[in-house]
């Protein structure tokens, strides 16, 4: 029988998996591979500036694409550097697989040059992990890898391949089919705790769909905003299901949580039936445990059992993929709740509307307006922080648009790199970014990958020179000792009281334009419309628009840390 | 609902593998469950490792641990082996040293009460082995501690397996 080394058996695996793009850092453990790759055809290898944002960008297109992304990263540091990326895809159940190289078996555990326990350093960030080692079992390994991060709860697998093991000769098989005795993701749906749970809702005076990023992922959109209108039940989101179903639905009233609709909030705190998909009930959605939909009986459908009863204990649980579960239950639906329940939550979005602070400057929400304005079909990416919770709650996300931003771990420098990876898997939708100073300046060398790609990403950064969630919760908790968020802070400030200080640091314009990007700065409301079509003839690089804004822009409402309904701080 | 706080036991099948002890002990310390004792051997099936697994926890967080554990890949089966008719025992060593006449006929006798054997003798040393359940073996060393001045302890952490026909532990 023919006999193939390792580096060539992956690269026959990748194609096999269908695998059409490969985010790539090489270094000497994985030279051989990065040698097999050249030798190919058919997998658009990508190399991104440093090892996080590979990961992040292979998140990007996994996210916007439903496939599997696919990284491939040195031993030692090149390794280290995805740790980040992986808890990021990890907590937002991201499909990805992750090749890391490593030093031949016979160097592992003597310290040896650019080696580290990767598998050990991420075990508790990953969904599986593990090392190579022997040559025979390359194949399966590689075939369960996919497997495991693609199914049931999506996750992040890694791979680790010692140097050696590659170099093998050996059977150039790569199986059909996989069976893991350990891992038997769940599959249909359990109809006797399903109907119990349409009882109640059909019951429920005040009843309330909560749904959260397992809708998003499992793309049940469609299905969802079915069973939402044919019950008349309001829902509100998380802000991973936020479009889950369209934001201009009239069902539709906002995210919830600490920075949720007011409107949102109440409706938890008052509906008789939460009938929750696809969330886990993260601190930053309940607040105080104990008060959290105080009144109500609760429906938890989630693929991952561990993810039922864990923060709130839960009347009914059913363990389903949320279309799945949802294609069933529009089955036996029919219209519910009262009309007295669906004014008096239109009652409370009258009284308190999302707004924001008015004033003639130019201010974050103007910026978003436009994008709503500007584009009927977009992939928005964000960072994290202020700018991340003002589209939360203001981006529109109708049929053709999709958000994606890092939700659970909350990574800053996220956004830039995904936005280059989301492009990646959608040509022909525009990516528009938005980020803060802050985050753009976590992965800013990554104007060299989307500049050399040829990617017209439409890069936003809300420019206030501060940290401006940190320095949010130092105004409203801190006694406004703005400490450590001053991005214009350090010692020649300090020596020449703020004078003397170059007027951007950076200039993102000029770094723009230095890489070979568009650059265009935007002080005025007025000049924002104008940016964004300037953006969109630019069709061959990205462009960067700053914007510069207000740092006392604040994001509302907030419920502190902890806190209840009553806690709700509602200024503008 | 109440929910009490005791000792509870796991089976747990698991891959034979390089690496599984490891994510096994760090789910326990990543999500600060209590990990009172746990024992690891191979079965039958080279490739099936078996460990017995006990934790004191509250029935919230003890749910989570099943959870937990079934989810990792590397997990075949979860026995809660709390409630149900299990043999459990524990190898214990207890080397009792300076030991004067008196203090040895006394360990004879502490030795047949106990059902445990003495299996090495020296001047002024004896030690002792005994095999039955955590529990007693709990008792035999807080006994000895307070009778004995110089005692050495090594304890194997308990395996269990269900019973057939047994109504006991």
């Given at each position: 029988m023919r006999q193939i080394s390792g580096n060539k058996l992956l690269v026959k695996a990748l194609k096999e998996e269908g695998v059409d793009t490969l985010f790539g850092y090489p270094g000497a453990c994985t030279i051989d591979i990065s040698d097999e790759l050249y030798k190919q055809e058919g997998i658009r290898v990508i190399l991104p500036r440093h090892e996080q944002a590979l990961v992040h960008a292979a998140d990007g297109y996994a996210r916007t694409t439903g496939k599997v992304g696919v990284c491939l990263v040195t031993s030692g540091p090149g390794a280290t550097n995805l740790v980040t990326g992986l808890a990021t895809a990890n907590y937002d159940s991201v499909p990805l697989v992750c090749f890391t190289g490593q030093v031949a078996r016979h160097l592992i555990g003597n310290d040896a040059f650019q080696?580290?326990?990767?598998?050990?350093?991420?075990?508790?960030?990953?969904?599986?992990?593990?090392?190579?080692?022997?040559?025979?079992?390359?194949?399966?390994?590689?075939?369960?890898?996919?497997?495991?991060?693609?199914?049931?709860?999506?996750?992040?697998?890694?791979?680790?391949?010692?140097?050696?093991?590659?170099?093998?000769?050996?059977?150039?098989?790569?199986?059909?089919?996989?069976?893991?005795?350990?891992?038997?993701?769940?599959?249909g749906v359990h109809i006797g705790q399903l109907k119990r749970a349409v009882k109640m809702l059909s019951r429920a005076q005040r009843p309330l769909f909560l749904a959260g990023g397992g809708v998003v992922i499992s793309g049940a959109h469609e299905i969802f905003r079915e069973v939402v209108e044919k019950t008349g039940v309001p829902v509100v989101t998380t802000i991973m299901g936020r479009g889950a179903v369209p934001t201009d639905h009239p069902l539709y009233i906002g995210n919830l949580g600490m920075h949720g609709a007011y409107a949102s909030n109440m409706a938890v705190g008052e509906c008789d039936l939460l009938f929750s998909i696809g969330t886990r009930f993260n601190d930053r959605i309940t607040g105080k445990l104990h008060e959290f939909a105080?009144?109500?009986?609760?429906?938890?459908?989630?693929?991952?059992?561990?993810?039922?009863?864990?923060?709130?204990?839960?009347?009914?649980?059913?363990?389903?993929?949320?279309?799945e579960a949802l294609e069933k239950i529009n089955e036996y639906v029919e219209e519910c709740g009262g009309k007295k329940w669906l004014k008096q939550i239109e009652a409370w979005k009258q009284a308190h509307p999302l707004r924001m602070r008015?004033?003639?400057?130019?201010?974050?929400?103007?910026?978003?307006?436009?994008?709503?304005?500007?584009?009927?079909?977009?992939?928005?990416?964000?960072?994290?922080?202020q700018h991340q919770m003002f589209a939360a709650q203001y981006v529109e996300i109708t049929k053709k648009k999709q958000m994606i931003m890092s939700g659970g771990l909350g990574t800053m420098g996220y956004g830039f790199p995904a936005a280059v990876g989301a492009k990646l898997g959608n040509p022909d939708k525009p990516v528009i970014m938005i980020s803060g100073d802050g985050g753009m300046q976590m992965n800013i060398q990554e104007f060299a990958t989307a500049v050399l790609e040829e990617l017209p990403l439409v890069l936003c950064v809300f420019n206030n020179s501060y940290l401006g969630m940190v320095r949010q919760w130092q105004k409203l908790f801190y006694g406004k000792r703005y400490s450590m968020t001053n991005l214009r802070s350090g010692a020649l400030w300090r020596r020449t009281n703020g004078e003397q200080m170059p007027e951007y640091t950076p200039d993102f314009v000029k770094l723009a334009e230095s890489y070979g990007a568009k650059g265009i700065r935007v002080t005025r409301r007025e000049e924002i419309a104008a940016a964004f079509a300037e953006a969109k003839k630019n069709t061959k690089t990205p462009t960067l628009i700053e914007f510069i804004i207000d740092p006392e822009e604040m994001v509302y409402p907030m419920i502190q840390p902890g806190g209840t309904l009553e806690d709700m701080i509602l200024d503008c | 609902m109440e929910n009490t706080i005791k000792k509870r036991w796991i089976s747990l099948y698991v891959e034979n593998q390089v690496g599984v002890l490891s994510k096994i002990s760090g789910l326990f310390s990543a999500k600060s469950y209590n990990l009172d004792s746990l024992t690891v051997g191979t079965t039958e099936d080279p490739t099936v490792s078996r460990m017995t697994i006990a934790t004191v926890s509250d029935d919230e967080t003890f749910e989570q641990i099943k959870k937990q554990l079934n989810r990792l890949v590397e997990v075949i089966k979860v026995i809660d082996f709390t409630d149900v008719f299990v043999r459990m025992k524990e190898i214990l060593y207890v080397k009792v040293k300076k030991c004067s006449r008196e203090d040895k006929a006394e360990l004879f006798q502490i030795a047949e009460t106990f059902k445990a054997r003495v299996i090495d003798y020296g001047r002024d040393s004896l030690l002792l082995e005994f095999v039955q359940t955590a529990t007693k073996n709990d008792a035999v060393i807080k006994l000895l501690k307070e009778e004995f001045k110089d005692i050495e302890v090594v304890r194997g952490g308990s395996v269990g397996i269900e019973s057939i026909s047994m109504m006991e532990r």
């Open positions: 080696e580290v326990d990767i598998v050990g350093i991420t075990r508790s960030i990953t969904k599986y992990g593990v090392t190579v080692r022997n040559r025979a079992d390359l194949g399966r390994i590689v075939k369960e890898a996919f497997y495991i991060a693609r199914t049931g709860r999506p996750g992040p697998v890694l791979i680790d391949l010692p140097k050696d093991v590659m170099a093998e000769l050996g059977s150039a098989e790569y199986p059909k089919s996989v069976n893991i005795r350990g891992y038997k993701p769940a599959s105080p009144k109500a009986q609760i429906v938890h459908i989630d693929i991952d059992t561990a993810s039922i009863s864990r923060n709130i204990s839960v009347d009914v649980p059913i363990v389903a993929d949320a279309r008015e004033h003639a400057g130019l201010g974050p929400k103007d910026i978003i307006d436009e994008i709503n304005r500007q584009f009927d079909e977009a992939i928005v990416v964000t960072d994290v922080g | -």
